[in-house]
């Protein structure tokens, strides 16, 4: 990759609004019909909505006919045929990569597919202005999740030097951020901040004492204020980058903002998440993405749970033709993402179901400071050491959502019977 050049892929990138429209349905339609003929999920779907591969011709069928795929569907698959569902369009043998995202969810990848799917990132991270000659600390998880590995592949398809640094050990993070003289750092809003907090506690200045000049921040619910403290105190620029668990990164910034370009290989759409419907071009809603190049374990339609501003039409000045996704405001499920992981209730359930002697559960999530808190309040009906069975559920629990909680043993009847099994805390 030459360095000076404006685009990755400037075919791709820079087709009209039209053109790319084009493009994406000539993609589309035959990953419809790869899924429906080798997934069995997805033809027993299109089959329960009463709708037949033939039926789809145009855009339009598709998003008026065409079922959606929630996570917990995909959870439920799995767990039935395990460990794949039958959700996997290819023999197991021919997959290259497998990760588990929480829930338990397992994504698996081909060689190629995950080859495209690295180059796609590149591209994106490209856009965001990193460049070959970069020296690149990837924060994100490099355990079981798709986030650490795809990305550092990504950057290294750019030319870039990179550090897994991976989650955790802020005060090491700034130390070697320094000692190596990183320019680029990628990880999670609320990881990055706590660094930047952790920078203060050790005394160091990161806007003058390490070699930062470009953030790529992702996920997390975040502030519109939180980029421009992040730009001041790292002295660096801050682009942010949108993805899920399951479909990996799929919009980032440019230089010129104005929300994150989508890519040009997956098609996204805002829905009412009341009436499943599509809204009016522009306005909010939940984020509903069709991946078309995904091989192993196809993604048609697949309902993120988050929720969005909208999408910005304005031609972008930096000469991209794919449409900006505005803020994500929150989460529109009762999955709760914390510290960057799903929560789900019925992997804590299943833990609580273990002991007989435990009863109703709430989980409460906040953000008191800068990170997230989970907490999970069980109410228990027979006489039980208290203090040994917390410490005993903090660590079995920790083995299944893998993220610590701070489990408290409340007497039966003290959760109010109306009360949600989840409890959200944290401000937008
Ligand atoms: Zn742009």
Redesign the pocket.
């Known amino acids: 990759m030459v360095e000076e050049q404006r685009y990755w892929d400037t075919e791709t990138e820079t087709m009209s609004r039209d053109k790319l429209l084009e493009y994406q349905w000539s993609k589309l339609l035959p990953q419809l019909r790869y899924a429906y003929n080798n997934a069995p999920y997805y033809r027993r779907s299109f089959e329960e909505a009463g709708v037949k591969i033939d039926d789809i011709k145009k855009v339009e069928d598709y998003y008026e006919r065409v079922p959606f795929l929630s996570k917990t569907q995909i959870i439920e698959n799995q767990r039935t045929n395990p460990p794949f569902g039958d959700l996997l369009a290819v023999k197991p043998e021919d997959l290259s990569r497998i990760y588990i995202a929480p829930g338990p969810l397992v994504l698996s990848f081909t060689k190629g597919e995950y080859d495209v799917l690295t180059a796609m990132i590149a591209k994106v991270f490209y ?1 965001c202005g990193v460049q070959g000659r970069d020296i690149v600390n990837v924060t994100t998880g490099y355990h079981w999740v798709i986030a650490g590995t795809v990305i550092d592949e990504a950057f290294r398809k750019i030319g870039c030097a990179v550090m897994p640094g991976g989650p955790g050990m802020s005060k090491m993070h700034i130390e070697m951020m320094k000692l190596v003289k990183v320019t680029v750092l990628m990880g999670f809003t609320m990881f990055v901040l706590q660094l930047a907090e952790t920078a203060k506690e050790m005394g160091i200045d990161p806007s003058e004492e390490l070699s930062l000049r470009l953030l790529v921040v992702a996920g997390d619910v975040r502030t519109e204020n939180t980029k421009g403290k992040l730009e001041k105190t790292f002295g660096a620029e801050v682009r942010e980058a949108y993805g899920t668990a399951d479909l990996g990164l799929i919009a980032a ?4 903002g ?1 929300g994150m ?1 989508l890519y040009e290989e997956i098609l996204v759409e805002v829905i009412d998440p009341k009436t499943g419907k599509q809204v009016p071009f522009g306005e909010g809603g939940e984020i509903v993405a069709s991946d078309i190049v995904r091989k192993a374990m196809p993604i048609i339609r697949y309902r993120t749970g988050d929720i969005t501003e909208g999408l910005n039409l304005e031609p ?5 033709s794919t449409p ?1 996704l505005k803020r994500i405001l929150g989460r529109n499920s009762d999955i709760a993402k914390v510290k960057g992981m799903f929560i789900n209730p019925s992997e804590i359930e299943s833990v609580i179901k273990r002991h007989p002697e435990l009863g109703r559960f709430q989980i409460i999530v906040d953000r008191p400071k800068l990170l997230d808190e989970l907490a999970i309040k069980i109410e228990f009906n027979k006489t039980v050491d208290k203090e040994k069975m917390e410490g005993f559920l903090v660590n079995e629990l920790k083995e299944v959502i893998r993220l610590k909680s701070n489990v408290v043993l409340v007497e039966e009847g003290t959760i109010p019977q109306d009360a949600g099994v989840l409890d959200d805390r944290r401000k937008v």
């Open positions: 856009m910034e440019c230089p010129e104005g370009h972008c000045p930096c000469g991209r900006r």
